[in-house]
């Protein structure tokens, strides 16, 4: 381990203001943009589409991190790699062929993910740790920016560690959900290698220096 990527994600942001939103995050040193789509069925909310991702390629060079928290995410992936995103990650619990759906997203080009819910054993991803590019373990109930981080994902950062390691991936571990500079150290410590922060950016008076902060706290877990 050794690297450490932030990803704000938008979701915090002000929609009305996304290009000055993503350029001070930019300007904060911002690895990804972390991008939340959700569809009103697979979590109670209803976020963005294709054609928001289309217009926020064309505002940065940052590399994009869709997240489906999407009911039928096969339907929509192509579309979503189309309009620019380079990372793509969908739910465990949405998909009854896991190993189709990583495959087809890595066949369009993109990096493929999945996403784990709290309540999800980590285990339940055994048998595609071969094949992912990514691993992303919610830290929160996905569905709404701003909750409390749960702490026991912080025990299933390392379980996917140690699951991608054992598979002989070097894959990183995503943790989304609740993050802020105070326990992001733990977190890297723990094995996460990409930090996803709403509030803790967005919600702040200034997002590049809090983006900056985000990634100086994150490096500080990776000395640990
Ligand atoms: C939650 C989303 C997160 C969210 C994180 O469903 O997947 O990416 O934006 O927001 P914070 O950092 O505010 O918890
Ligand atoms: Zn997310």
Redesign the pocket.
Known sequence: MGTVRIAP?I??ADFAALGSAITAAERGGADLI?V?V?DGHF?PNITIGPPVVRSIRRVTSVPLDV?L?IQDPDRYIEAFIEAGAAMVSAHVEVLPHLHRTLTYIKSLGARAGVAVNPSTPIGALQDVAELVDFVLV?S????????S?IPRSELRIREARRLLDGAGNDAPVEV????DAHNVGRLVAAGAEII??????F?AADPERATREMKAAALAGVAC
Do not use: K, T, Y
């Open positions: 994600s979701l915090a972390h939340d959700m979590v997240h928290m919610m929160v109930n996905p569905g709404f920016g701003g909750q981080f989304d959900g609740g993050i996803v922060a709403g509030s803790a950016i919600g």
